[in-house]
């Protein structure tokens, strides 16, 4: 009888020591999850969390099935959302994880590479080289959990081993009957969560069509490449910016309003009107949007003009017009998906002028009929600016602009003791440009 009762417990522990419930081996693979905010989680073969990635991280060691890979995020040339989960170079045995309905097996020298959805599910799984992961389907065996509450990351949890059962005590009249009972498995009452359904198929690469370019990289200034039309997120803009635009500025024609010095009044170039050539103009605007369609910025730059006679018989040379304005902005745009962004400023400050005037003479020739010198003066200005914007890329685009641009009548001192006083400047600007964000 003795005997008998030795062989009971030594086939209930069995019983419990091979049950899923008691098992505390670490032979069972190492389970990856992806979370429905896009971040990865590993967790061990007791079911608890062992490592945690946050989405969107460039890169991050990790522990898988006993090795050392590296996991991380980027976009490939479609724009989707891309996860790398490779082996180091030094990395001589392949890694075994389950993920999904699917046991990855990753050989040296090799990654897995995961494409998202803008839900942040599973689109497409291959190897990186292509076709050197192997995928097996285990849709059939229980899994460990995939998704985390919403609260913090717990800490790994605890499997406690079942107490068996206490085995009455036998006396020389017990029935085969009842030691048989004795011997029926064990329920036990720990509770293990079952796996969510996924959508994830039983062949991850089936209707995949063609397989992704090179593994995702971490993506660098001036971010990817967009295509139309933009998703939400790529809409959403970096808060500060620095543009950049130059091309041809036009200055109306301006009137000598007065002159101070000899012959004073009398002054024939008086009420004269000179004219500018076509010249150029470079502006920088440093910028912050305060809201996706509201922003503030500065605006500063120079622009050059050479003037030359307008009025009959007039001779003018070696003659130029500078201006620079320094301006405070208020900012308006449109976004919209389709990567052409409309934008309009009003602008307001102040602006500096600046004439080198090597000779303009009227006749007829004599006292008075003559100017020349060179001098500046600070004055109010303001501007209108209207163009659109078109995003290449998600920190860089392209700008076309038209500026109205004017400022107060500049007086200028000379020398000789003359005071001119011009015209207020009024100018047309057409500008090609750059928009940097960060």
Known sequence: MRNRQGTTYCILALLIILSPHGRTTGNAATNLSLQE??????FDAKGGVAEFVKQGTPRQAIQLDGQSCNVSYGFNSAGKQTVLVSLPASATTPVVFLLGDSQVTIPPKSGLRIALNEFHKIEKMDGAPAGTVQFQNISSRPQPPTQLSPTPIPIPAQVVEPTPPPIPAQNPQTSETTLDKNLEPVDSNINL???????TPADPMAGQGNALSSPPTEIGWPGKLLQSPLTEPQMEEDYFYVRTEGGAR??????????????????PMIQKEIAFSTGYRQDIDIGVWLTPWFGLAVETGFALNAIRGNTEGMTVSSSTYWSVPIMAQLCFQYPNDTGFIPYLNFGFGGGWNYFNIGSISYPPAGQGSTLSGAGNDMNNAYQIAAGVRWRIWEQLGLTLAYKFYGTSQPTVDMGDNQQVTFGSPVTNSIELGGNFSF
């Open 193 to 199: 969560t079952q796996p969510a359904t996924t959508s």
């Open 250 to 267: 036009f200055v109306s024609s301006m009137n000598i309003v007065n002159i101070v010095g000899p012959v004073g009044a009398t002054n």
């Open 37 to 42: 905010d896009g971040s990865l989680v590993v």
